[in-house]
Every structure is written in structure tokens, then in C-alpha cells.
């Protein structure tokens, strides 16, 4: 099948795209890589030998920088429906966040430890059905803040990708319930055309 003009301006942009071409040039898997690098850089997420969650990781952008930042004595770990090539110091599990026999998998791989930031890049597959993608979206999001506000140690922190639209505004004020602040970033790398935030809840309540 011969690619669209539409599908070529996407590989178009996505060659020519300045985050792409680093990150190859820096060796992280994703240009995703930088929009947490940006966010943190603000907000200081990382602590050394602090313990992470990935959700979403594949394929790895967000997990390389976390395993960077925590050293080596810290834990990260990483959970994608799809597989992730191995990467040093990053434990993965794959598999549908959403099932509860992936969670409890999770869950025991922490082993009642508790957790110091949750990362969560997750996102739907794209139907074209803006209200569909949008309520999947949000659906993920508050699976993402359920497991966080359950595993997080206080003062711990949440960081997640949204789409701005229907349910938003209403996510955002039960992430407030949970969080002592919460912010709204949007890195350079997200591009201008996408309506992606991402939401960042800061010193989990007791």
C-alpha cells in the first residue's frame, strides 16, 4: 500500500524532529527521554536510591533517565504491555496494566516496598474517536493515580500524561485530594499540535 501524504509528513517530521535526532545522538530509546528530563530538571523529581515506577515504559525513553538519576542504589521498575528490550537496572514486567493479575504482579515485585515517584506515560491506542480516545485516556490515568495513591510513601510524588478535554479538569481536582500541589507541565518536547500535559502531583499526603 502506497503511504498517504499524511503518513508521510508524520515520517517527515518525525526524521527531521530535533529531539528525535538527540536522542539518537544520545543513545536514550525515545525523544519521550527529554520531556521528563525538562520536568525534572524544574521539579526535581529524583532522589539517589529513591524507587521508581514506570508505567507505560516501553520503549524504555522515561526508565533510562530514572535509572540514571536514582544510581545504583536505587529501583526501578518498568510495566508495558508491550516488550522492552532490556535495560541496566530497570526491572520489567509486561503486561495490561489494567488486569488485576499485572498489578498484584507488580505489587509482589515491590514486596511492600514503598515507592518514591510514579511515572506514568500511558496512553491508548488511538481510535480517531476523540471522546472514545479521550475517555480511555483519562480511564488510564486514573488507574495510574489509583495505583499511585495505594503505593506511594508520603511526600511522594506523581507524574502523568493527560490529554486536555472532556474529564481533565475533573481529574485534576481528585489528583488535588491526594497531593499537597499539583501542576500542570508542558515540556518542549511535546509537540505544539498535541493537547498531551502532563500533570505532576507533588507530596502525597499521609
Known sequence: MKPSKTSKQCIKEHVNDPFVQLAQKEGYRSRA?????????????????????????????????????????????????LPLQPLARVEFIQGDFREDGVLAQLEETLGGQKIGLVISDMAPNISGIDSADQARAIHLAELALEFA??????????????????????FMKVMRKYFARVVSRKPKASRDRSSEVYLLGLDKLE
Not at 520536568?39 to 514506570?54: A, M, Q, S, T, Y
Request: no cysteine.
Open 33 to 81: 527521554a527529554y520531556k521528563l528530563i525538562e520536568i525534572d530538571e524544574r521539579d526535581h523529581l529524583f532522589k539517589p536510591g529513591g524507587v521508581v515506577v514506570d508505567l507505560g515504559a516501553t520503549p524504555g525513553g522515561w526508565s533510562q533517565v530514572a535509572a540514571a538519576k536514582v544510581g545504583a542504589s536505587g529501583r526501578v521498575i518498568a510495566l508495558d504491555l
Open 149 to 170: 495513591v495505594a503505593n506511594l510513601k508520603p511526600g511522594g510524588a506523581f507524574l502523568v500524561k493527560v490529554f486536555q478535554g472532556v474529564g481533565f479538569e475533573e
